[in-house]
């Protein structure tokens, strides 16, 4: 094939990578669907540039993106590298031989200093998108206004300096691609299905519980919100 491919183990299905980007999930709107309970609905995204293609993990999947077995965030990608979204297992090829090397990747800046309260809006932000394996969009300003018990306009404000911190810039989905950054880098995380967790999450009727990484708050005087 002239271009870019990715064959779907499962069904031995080969489909082109025609575009810049091409989403990967189990939802109707994406580009390669995958029938697998273990794929978000909006899980990943093959991005071409030049001769090169990278695989992009969208973050709000608690099964991940694996590259020949390794979990990754961004990752160059090799001809022949096998591309498990989940438990789906996919190989890519078409792409032309070249010395970037097997282990190049892609790596994310390291996690900006952040407040308490800007850790707090993260965590609100994030976690209706961790309740469950499948694609959520995050909170929306009024939604964490509610769920921190402060105004709109503190939470917007918050979100504002966070886009900064993360170098989200202007445009759609703003806070989903916030979101995705923040999740990529494990500031907030869902935590491990235990059976204490579990029951404690069934009695308190919030399938939703997070995980906050510890991270040193940034000491200094903060305006109450």
């Known amino acids: 094939m002239d271009t870019p491919f990715l064959r779907i183990e499962e069904s031995g299905e080969v489909v082109s990578l025609r575009g810049e980007v091409t989403t990967?999930?189990?939802g109707r709107g994406v580009d390669i669907?995958?029938?697998?309970?273990?794929v978000?609905?909006?899980?990943?995204?093959?991005?071409?540039?030049?001769?090169?293609?990278?695989?992009?993990?969208?973050?709000?999947?608690?099964?991940?993106?694996?590259?020949?077995?390794?979990?990754v965030a961004r990752r160059v990608l090799g001809d022949g590298d096998v591309l498990s979204f989940g438990t789906a297992r996919c190989r890519i090829g078409g792409l032309p031989a070249d010395d970037t090397g097997a282990e190049a990747e892609l790596r994310r800046p390291v996690a900006p200093e952040l407040t308490r309260r800007e850790i707090d809006v993260l965590t609100?932000?994030?976690?209706?998108?961790?309740?469950?394996?499948?694609?959520?969009?995050?909170a929306t300003a009024h939604e964490i206004a509610l769920d921190l018990v402060v105004t709109e306009a503190a939470v917007k404000q918050h979100l504002l300096r966070l886009y900064q911190k993360f170098r989200i810039s202007e445009g759609p989905n703003r806070r989903t691609r916030l979101a995705n950054e923040?999740?990529?880098l494990g500031l907030v995380r869902p935590l491990p299905l235990t059976s204490a967790s579990a029951s404690a999450s069934a009695d308190s009727g919030?399938?939703?519980?997070?995980?906050?990484?510890?991270?040193?708050?940034?000491?200094?005087?903060e305006q109450p919100v």
Do not use: I, K, W
Not at 53 to 64: K, P, Q
Not at 207 to 221: I, K
């Open 182 to 184: 923040v999740v990529a």
């Open 40 to 71: 978000s609905r909006l899980h990943a995204e093959l991005v071409r540039r030049g001769p090169y293609a990278y695989v992009v993990d969208l973050g709000l999947s608690r099964n991940g993106t694996r590259v020949n077995g390794r979990p």
């Open 206 to 221: 919030d399938p939703s519980a997070v995980s906050v990484p510890e991270q040193p708050a940034r000491r200094g005087r």
């Open 33 to 38: 669907r995958l029938e697998d309970l273990s």
């Open 24 to 26: 990967v999930g189990r």
């Open 124 to 138: 609100s932000l994030c976690r209706p998108a961790l309740s469950d394996e499948a694609f959520a969009m995050p």
